[in-house]
């Protein structure tokens, strides 16, 4: 019998041509600005994989023309230290994103860290008033991931009205917005997570089916309807049986890409689109903030 390939929905190129987009458009405005679009990442410890994240997250921003303001916090910082910190950048003009780094060390509550934020310089869009906007279908800055998502979904014109999507995964980071993006565009969508029962019979319904649970390889080929479109949000380091580290994600890629008609890869997929989209949720701060002070009116 054969088999076919499933289509890669490749976000790395996708990534690359957001990134292209907003350094042009950085380009015609800032003059008028008379300023770069500023963002703030807030790391605290020293956790490997996070510390390499924000290195591309500045290394990104310097890329499209975005100032970075990151600051690196000693593991023993305290929660008032920090909130005092995103009480400055809340003010500081040239700063239009602010981001706080997860995982926090245990002793920080990042929620309490997230609810300092100012709403419209929350790059992360996880501040609750920016959920609070997306769950009433409201303008607003969105969660990275979940945005990532969809716009590459959108750039392959795949259509989600009417369709089963299923959420494997109730983060705020990312499933519990990922649901509501994929309502939003008039799926029809099940969250499942580590207490669902029987989450075969769950996933085997999806047309779409997000994989955003952490847990590497926990979506197999006989869990995936034929023809489905697989997205895989999971991010592991592992070490295979030679001792080697690789990252994978949350499916079994090698099997799901007979089954499934497109499918995201780790790395290259998912990943890339977070850190545009968070490009993309700074810049956007950007203008609002040049539009409301009338920079951007034609003279
Ligand atoms: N405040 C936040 N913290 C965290 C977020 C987030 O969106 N906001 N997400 C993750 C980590 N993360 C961004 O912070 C992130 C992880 C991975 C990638 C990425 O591009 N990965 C590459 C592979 C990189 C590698 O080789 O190691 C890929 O998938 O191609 C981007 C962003 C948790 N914390």
Redesign the pocket.
């Known amino acids: 019998m054969e088999t076919k390939t499933a289509k890669i929905l490749d976000g790395?190129t996708l990534a690359e041509k957001i990134q292209k987009e907003l350094t042009a458009q950085i380009i015609e405005v800032q003059a008028k600005i008379g300023r770069p679009p500023g963002l703030a990442v807030l790391m605290v410890g020293d956790n490997p994989a996070?510390a390499?994240?924000v290195r591309?997250?500045e290394k990104s921003c310097a890329k499209v023309g975005i100032a970075s303001f990151g600051k690196h916090f000693p593991q023993e910082t305290s929660q008032k230290e920090l909130e005092d910190v995103i009480a400055a950048l809340n003010q500081d003009e040239q700063v239009d994103g602010i981001?706080?780094?997860?995982?926090l060390p245990e002793h920080l509550d990042a929620v309490q860290l997230l609810h300092q934020i100012e709403p419209d310089k929350d790059a992360?869009g996880l501040h609750p008033v920016n959920l609070g906007r997306l769950v009433r279908g409201e303008k607003g800055l969105r969660s990275?991931?979940p945005a990532g998502v969809m716009r590459l979904l959108a750039e392959y014109e795949i259509s989600l009205r009417g369709k089963q999507a299923v959420v494997v995964g109730r983060s705020i980071?990312v499933g519990k917005p990922m649901a509501l993006m994929l309502l939003e565009a008039d799926a029809t969508v099940t969250i499942a997570h580590s207490r669902s029962q029987d989450l075969k019979s769950i996933t085997q319904n999806a047309d779409i089916l997000v994989a955003a649970a952490g847990l590497p390889g926990l979506i197999t080929a006989d869990m995936v309807k034929p023809g489905a479109v697989v997205v895989d949000v999971g991010?592991n380091r592992v070490t295979d049986a030679n001792g080697k580290s690789r990252?994978v994600g949350d499916i079994n890629f090698a099997s799901i890409a007979d089954v499934a008609e497109y499918i995201t890869p780790?790395?290259?997929?998912?990943?890339?689109m977070?850190?545009a989209l968070l490009l993309q949720n700074t810049v956007t701060s950007y203008l609002q903030t040049a539009k409301e002070s009338g920079a951007l009116d034609v003279k």
């Open positions: 790395k996070s390499a994240y591309n997250k981001l706080v780094q997860l995982p992360d990275c991931t980071l991010i990252l780790v790395p290259g997929g998912i990943g890339p977070t850190v």
